[in-house]
Structures are given as C-alpha cells and as structure tokens.
Nanobody
Framework: QVQLEESGGGLVQAGGSLRLSCAASGRTASSYNMRWFRQAPGKEREFVASISWSGSSTYYADSVKGRFTIFKDNAKNTVYLQMDTLKPEDTAVYYC??????????????????WGQGTQVTVSS
C-alpha cells in the first residue's frame, strides 16, 4: 500500500502557474505508475495526467496538453504537476493517485489505485 500526500495548491490568476507535489510513502512507492485527477464542484472526477513508474513516459488529457507537465523524482518518491497558462476552468480539487506498474499508466479510470486527500486549485479570471 502506498500513502500519498498532495501539496502546492492555492489561488492564482488566469495565465499564472502552480506546481503541485505528491509525496508517496511506502517500500515500493517508486514502482508505481502515478496519476493526477481533478474534480470541480458538481462534476465527476476526471483524469489529468499520468507518468510511468520509471518516469520515461507520460500521458495527458487533451484539456491540459501543452499547458501541464507531469514529472517525478524517484529518489524523493515525489511526483509533480507543473501547471502553466492556467484557466478558470482548471479550478478543482486535484488528487494524486498511484497504481501498480502492472497496470498501464494510460488507464484513466478512477476505479483503480490509492488516493491522496486532494489539494484545492482556484484560478480567478
């Protein structure tokens, strides 16, 4: 089991940037594929980005492609989500998720893996 803790959320103006962090703890944390999801008020949780356990491959939702970057530091057991050119529609609670490396990192379903508690991102217009 991997425990996850997100940080880095906050309030930012449209066009600005934020970097989210997700610290993973557990003996095999570095062998998990990592994913970011978000959930806006009144909406379902949706996939944002994912990265393979090695960090060599990434996958993005069309809505964030070209603006968000996911990367990880296995030595620190931490995955990051760099969010640039933020838009008001990016406002949501952002959640970190881990799934075993035996699963494809491109899976976008919310039915798998362990979750952090979430961090709020608010983008003002």
């Amino acid at each position: 089991q991997v425990q996850l803790e997100e940080s880095g959320g906050g309030l930012v103006q449209a066009g600005g940037s934020l970097r989210l962090s997700c610290a993973a703890s557990g003996r095999t944390a570095s062998s998990y594929n990592m994913r970011w999801f978000r959930q806006a008020p009144g909406k379902e949780r949706e996939f944002v980005a994912s990265i393979s356990w090695s960090g060599s491959s990434t996958y993005y939702a069309d809505s964030v492609k070209g603006r968000f970057t996911i990367f990880k530091d296995n030595a620190k057991n931490t995955v990051y989500l760099q969010m640039d050119t933020l838009k008001p529609e990016d406002t949501a609670v952002y959640y970190c998720n881990s799934i075993p490396a035996t699963f494809s990192f491109t899976i976008t379903s919310t039915a798998f893996g362990s979750w952090g508690q979430g961090t709020q991102v608010t983008v003002s217009s």
